[in-house]
C-alpha cells in the first residue's frame, strides 16, 4: 500500500502543469481542476486520495518557491471518532518571511480534505474546498512575489470534514507561539454563488476589523459583504465555528472568514469543477489575494485593537 500511494503522489507531481512565474491566482481553475477530479477520490482525510491531494499541493508549494515552517511542510496529527478506530491526518505548513521587525504572524488557511468515496459516489469538492486551496496557493503567490510586512504562515488544513481537527491539532501544538499569531484568515467555499456575492465574515465580534474589510469591499472585483458572523439572523447562519476559524476563535485569535453561502451543490457528489461559475471564481480569487494584504498591511493595528 505504501509503494502504491507513493507511485500515485509522484504521478501527480508529473501530471501537473509546470507553472512558471506568473500573475498570483493565474493558475486557480487548474488547482481546483486538478484537486477536485475524480481520481482523488474526494481527499477523504487519511484516505489515498487525500495523500495524492496533500502531494499536489506540496508540489506547488514548491513551484511557488514556498519554504517549511522547520524542517518538512507536513505537520501529522491523529484523532479519534466517536465511533471507529484513531485517525490520521497531515497539516501542511509552509512559512514566508516578513519585511518589518514586527513579532506578529498572519496565518492563511484553507482545509484541502473533502467528504471521500460514499456509497460508491466521490465527492469530489470543486468548492468546497478545492476553491479555497486555490485561493491560498494564489495568496502565497501574491506573497512571494512581493513579500508581506509580516511573516506569514501558509496553511493547508486537513479533516475540516470531521470536526476541524486539524485546525484544532494546529493551535493545540502551534509551530509559533499562539500569542505572536495577530490573524488568521481563512478560505472555505469561494467560487459559486449564484448571486455573485461573496462573505467575509469576523467584523461583528471584532469591530476592529472593519474599517480594513469595508474599505477593500469598496472597490472588490465582486460584491464582497460584510455578514454572517453573530447569531442576529439565528446562529446556523453565524459562521464563527463553521470551518477552520472556528479553532482560532476558541483560543481567543482574531480571525476573518471568506466564503459563499451554500448552495444547492453544497456536500454532494455534484460539487464539480464543471459547476463552477469561472469569472465569479477568478475574481474571488482577486479579491482574496488583495483583502489579505490589506489585513497583512494592517495587522500591527488590528492585534492592538484584540489587546494582543
Known amino acids: 500500500m505504501r509503494l502504491l500511494l507513493i507511485s500515485a503522489a509522484f504521478a501527480v507531481v508529473l501530471s501537473a502543469p509546470a507553472h512558471a512565474a506568473s500573475k498570483p491566482g493565474a493558475h486557480a481553475l487548474d488547482d481546483v481542476r486538478i484537486l477536485s477530479a475524480d481520481n482523488m477520490e474526494g481527499r477523504g482525510v487519511g484516505t489515498p486520495g487525500g495523500a495524492k491531494a496533500r502531494a499536489y499541493i506540496v508540489q506547488r508549494f514548491g513551484q511557488i518557491g514556498l519554504r517549511p515552517q522547520g524542517g518538512t511542510f507536513e505537520r501529522p496529527f491523529t484523532f479519534k471518532p466517536r465511533f471507529g478506530r484513531e485517525v490520521s491526518g497531515v497539516n501542511l505548513v509552509a512559512r514566508i518571511q516578513g519585511t518589518s521587525s514586527s513579532d506578529k504572524v498572519l496565518v492563511v488557511s484553507a482545509h484541502y480534505d473533502h467528504l471521500g468515496v460514499r456509497k460508491g459516489q466521490v465527492y469530489n469538492g470543486a468548492d468546497d474546498n478545492a476553491s479555497g486551496v486555490a485561493g491560498l496557493l494564489a495568496v502565497a503567490e501574491a506573497f512571494k512575489a512581493r513579500p508581506p510586512r509580516h511573516t506569514v504562515l ?114 454532494q457528489p455534484t460539487d464539480d469543477f464543471a459547476t463552477i461559475p469561472q469569472d465569479f471564481f477568478k475574481r474571488a480569487v482577486a479579491t482574496v489575494v488583495t483583502a489579505t494584504r490589506a489585513l497583512d498591511d494592517d495587522l500591527d493595528g488590528i492585534s492592538k485593537g484584540a489587546g494582543r
Open 154 to 267: 501558509i496553511v493547508a488544513f486537513d479533516a475540516e470534514e470531521s470536526g476541524l481537527k486539524g485546525a484544532k491539532a494546529f493551535v493545540a501544538d502551534p509551530p509559533v507561539p499562539l500569542a505572536s499569531i495577530g490573524l488568521n484568515v481563512n478560505f472555505d467555499m469561494i467560487s459559486k454563488n449564484a448571486k455573485g456575492q461573496l462573505y467575509v465574515s469576523g467584523a461583528g465580534p471584532q469591530p476592529y476589523l472593519k474599517p480594513v474589510l469595508e474599505t477593500v469591499a469598496r472597490t472588490a472585483p465582486v460584491k464582497l459583504l460584510l455578514g454572517h458572523d453573530t447569531d442576529a439572523q439565528g446562529k446556523e447562519n453565524n459562521w464563527t465555528a463553521q470551518s477552520d476559524q472556528g479553532a482560532f476563535a476558541e483560543k481567543g485569535v482574531p480571525w476573518v472568514y471568506f466564503g459563499v453561502e451554500d448552495h444547492p451543490e453544497y456536500h
